[in-house]
């Protein structure tokens, strides 16, 4: 009896250092909620990132970072945010007219 207890003290204690050591893990892993890298990849696009002045370029601006997301995670590449973003823009402007 006293030998299933300490079985079961060891295997508690083997459980809670694994907890413990997920738990250290998961502090850094889960502590951004936008990582190092999107940040990065986000710094070098505004290197190369302006606005062209058009009447409605705040609606233009926006457009353009509402769909960053999807490009700084990786979801659609550079051509195909360039193409979206002239797209909304094309858009934009034919609204403005």
Do not use: C
């Not at 893990?25 to 890298?37: A, F, N, T, V």
């Amino acid at each position: 009896m006293d030998q299933a207890k300490e079985l079961e003290k060891a295997a508690l204690a083997a459980w809670l250092k694994r907890a413990e050591g997920y738990y250290e893990e998961m502090k850094e892993s889960q502590r951004w909620q936008i990582s190092p890298g999107q940040i990065a990849a986000y710094r070098k696009l505004a290197e190369h990132a302006f606005v062209k002045v058009y009447d409605n370029n705040a609606q233009g601006a926006q457009a353009a970072f509402d769909i960053l997301p999807q490009y700084v995670d990786g979801s659609i590449s550079l051509d195909q945010y360039i193409t979206e973003i002239q797209n909304r823009l094309r858009l934009i402007q034919q609204e403005g007219r």
